[in-house]
């Protein structure tokens, strides 16, 4: 028997339910079969996953809780996520991830797992999130490369992408770059740099959260200031006009990991 998920605490109260223990553990997926971590009604996710996995082992866990909500295609590379489970659930901490990583599929793994430390919460104790786009910049595709970068076979300009860059980094309303978004669309990104690579080159972010798409609609308007079909120094007036069309097009999820996490305590 399993548990749905708990309430969400209030600012402070970061304690799993009476009866039961925290843990914490780092999980990597690839994207591709999955409609983003959370839980959805017809299709498979990562979270549903791992709680069957912790189900097999006999927990009545409840769901687990990650940093961030990837989308659908979205592949992580270590994923802080935490899981309570009843206190008396036995499978020791040293052999969790080993246990875990039997009973899920081959695209899935727990990397490490550990007691929890007293007030950690995945989520909401997070104080940054880190993603790195990558793209295949190569005349040719490659295989190998199928399904975890985006094939670009036109050369790009790295130095025209990271001064587009600079006027993006900081503390905005990033509307211009968010798709069927509710919330309040102010953000701050601490960091967006292009990394050029042999053949791969990587775009990385960090911020403590983003809008939906919101990555994905940077690297969108980047590939196009790196074509040289949008001047640098238009990016100021995308951002100051709040209009989604003004922007590049979502970049397809494939290429987009999410790379780390902070956490201050």
Same mark, same amino acid.
């Given at each position: 028997?399993?548990?749905p998920?708990?309430?969400i605490?209030?600012p402070?109260?970061?304690r799993?339910p009476d009866?039961?223990?925290r843990?914490?553990l780092a999980v990597?997926?690839?994207?591709?079969?999955?409609?983003?971590w959370?839980?959805?009604?017809?299709?498979?996710?990562?979270?549903?996953?791992?709680?069957?996995?912790?189900?097999?082992l006999?927990?009545?866990?409840f769901?687990?809780?990650a940093?961030?909500?990837?989308?659908?295609?979205?592949?992580?590379?270590?994923?802080?996520?935490?899981?309570d489970?009843p206190?008396a659930?036995r499978v020791?901490v040293?052999?969790?991830a080993?246990?875990?990583?039997?009973?899920?599929?081959?695209?899935?793994?727990?990397?490490?797992?550990?007691?929890?430390?007293?007030?950690f919460? $995945?989520?909401f104790?997070?104080? +940054?999130? #880190?993603? /790195?786009? @990558?793209l !295949?910049?190569a005349p040719?595709r =490659? *295989?190998?490369?199928?399904?975890?970068?985006?094939?670009?076979?036109?050369?790009?300009?790295?130095?025209?992408?990271?001064?587009?860059?600079?006027?993006?980094?900081?503390?905005?309303?990033? $509307?211009?770059?968010?798709t069927q +978004?509710? #919330?309040? /669309?102010? @953000?701050? !990104?601490?960091?967006?740099?292009? =990394? *050029?690579?042999?053949?791969?080159?990587e775009?990385?972010?960090?911020?403590?959260?983003f809008l939906?798409?919101?990555?994905?609609?940077?690297v969108?308007?980047?590939?196009?200031?790196?074509?040289?079909?949008?001047?640098?120094?238009?990016?100021?007036?995308?951002? @100051?006009?709040?209009?989604?069309?003004q922007?590049g097009?979502n970049?397809?999820?494939?290429?987009?990991?999410?790379?780390g996490?902070?956490?201050?305590?």
């Amino acid at each position: 028997m399993t548990h749905p998920s708990p309430p969400i605490p209030g600012p402070r109260d970061f304690r799993p339910p009476d009866g039961h223990r925290r843990l914490k553990l780092a999980v990597a997926w690839d994207g591709r079969a999955y409609a983003g971590w959370q839980s959805q009604p017809n299709a498979a996710s990562v979270q549903d996953a791992l709680h069957a996995a912790f189900g097999r082992l006999g927990a009545a866990a409840f769901r687990p809780v990650a940093a961030g909500r990837t989308d659908a295609g979205v592949h992580a590379e270590a994923m802080p996520a935490h899981v309570d489970v009843p206190e008396a659930f036995r499978v020791p901490v040293a052999k969790l991830a080993r246990a875990l990583n039997a009973h899920l599929p081959a695209d899935v793994a727990v990397l490490h797992a550990a007691e929890a430390t007293t007030g950690f919460h $995945a989520r909401f104790s997070c104080t +940054e999130r #880190r993603y /790195t786009y @990558r793209l !295949l910049c190569a005349p040719q595709r =490659h *295989p190998l490369w199928e399904g975890r970068a985006l094939h670009v076979p036109a050369p790009l300009d790295a130095a025209a992408m990271n001064a587009a860059a600079d006027h993006l980094t900081g503390t905005h309303d990033f $509307a211009a770059f968010a798709t069927q +978004e509710d #919330r309040q /669309t102010v @953000r701050e !990104l601490r960091a967006l740099v292009i =990394h *050029p690579g042999e053949a791969v080159w990587e775009v990385r972010v960090a911020g403590e959260s983003f809008l939906r798409h919101m990555v994905r609609g940077l690297v969108g308007t980047l590939l196009l200031v790196g074509q040289g079909r949008l001047a640098p120094d238009a990016v100021p007036d995308i951002l @100051r006009s709040g209009q989604r069309a003004q922007a590049g097009a979502n970049v397809p999820p494939h290429g987009l990991y999410f790379t780390g996490a902070r956490y201050d305590r």
